[in-house]
């Protein structure tokens, strides 16, 4: 398959119809019928059913689809990279992270990094920790950052510290009376909680557990700072990490210690095969100074 062949299929992929291709690419229906009649000519088999007008996938196109998608990124990867050298501009380095580092750790390092690459541009996706596993495998991301390790043959992972969780509170909460608040008080309170299925989750069900304690689970959430907002809603207490602390001026909440306290940690992932630019060795080492400075790690 070409390029334009692979822009079609994913076209039509995405649409399921002639017609929707045809818009997404801005061609005619019939240009889009006859390559994609031609490409599985070529192939030797069908990639999709036709059925009152959509095209369903067989399972070979299926199988494609994961490939092909990735190709064309990086195609489309490779034709941003020549315009902006052309231009006598710098590459965008794509960063993955956890949304937790957009509270201040991210705004913090952009601003160290472009003192040092004023004309660079940073193309930042905040999402779950396996999202970002797959970006950076799939190298849509050339640098990741997650909470917790990331085990994949073709990634080089780098702790860069570990850090005890906070418990967020509604502001009136007796217990935002309190320096440290003791686990077993917060187990007392309703929780917002994550997902067994999710990283955090675990971690926060393995210490509750490992301290014989049951938790008061009212509601369950993916996200640290979605559990801030039911927070500051006074629907209960949530377990956040300590980059989600570092976000002090939400209203309606605070922030304190917790004793014991699970941990997090900060992990920097990068693709094993991929040498890191410039740009990513200058963002990786503003990561690491304001972790430093604001967690001391």
């Known amino acids: 398959m070409n390029i ?42 069908q990639l999709f059913e ?69 004309r660079a541009r940073l ?33 080089r992972t780098r702790c860069l510290g570990r850090f005890p969780m906070w418990l967020a509170l509604p502001a009136n909460s007796p217990l935002a009376g309190k320096e440290v608040v003791p686990l ?7 929780l917002i909680t994550y997902g067994a299925n999710t990283p955090i989750g675990g ?5 509750f557990a490992r301290h014989g304690l049951k938790r008061r689970e009212t509601v369950t959430v993916r996200y640290p700072m979605i559990a801030c907002n039911f927070v500051a809603a006074e629907a209960g207490v949530a377990f956040v990490d300590a980059f989600m602390a570092m976000d002090r001026a939400r209203p309606g909440l605070v922030f304190r210690p917790i004793e014991p306290a699970p941990m997090t940690e900060l992990h920097m992932v990068r693709h094993a095969d991929r040498p890191l630019s410039q740009a990513a060795r200058r963002f990786s080492t503003a990561v690491e100074k304001v972790a430093a400075t604001r967690l001391g790690a």
Do not use: K
């Not at 971690?203 to 210490?207: K, R």
């Open 4 to 45: 334009r062949q692979v822009e079609i299929f994913r076209a039509v992929m995405q649409s399921g119809s002639v017609a929707g291709a045809a818009r997404l690419l801005a061609v005619s229906a019939p240009a889009v019928s006859r390559m994609l009649r031609h490409t599985e000519d070529q192939l030797g088999y």
């Open 50 to 118: 036709r059925r009152a007008g959509r095209l369903l996938p067989t399972p070979e196109a299926e199988a494609l689809w994961t490939e092909a998608d990735a190709a064309l990124a990086g195609l489309q990867r490779v034709a941003a990279l020549a315009s902006a050298l052309g231009a006598g501009g710098e590459a965008v380095l794509r960063v993955a992270a956890n949304p937790s580092f957009g509270a201040t750790l991210l705004p913090e390092a952009s601003r160290l990094f472009h003192q040092a690459s004023p």
């Open 123 to 155: 193309d930042i996706v905040t999402t779950e920790h396996l999202a970002v596993v797959e970006r950076i495998v799939l190298r849509r991301a050339e640098l990741g950052l997650t909470q917790f390790a990331a085990s994949h043959p073709l990634l």
């Open 184 to 190: 077993a008080e917060a187990a007392a309170e309703p």
């Open 203 to 207: 971690v926060v069900a393995e210490h």
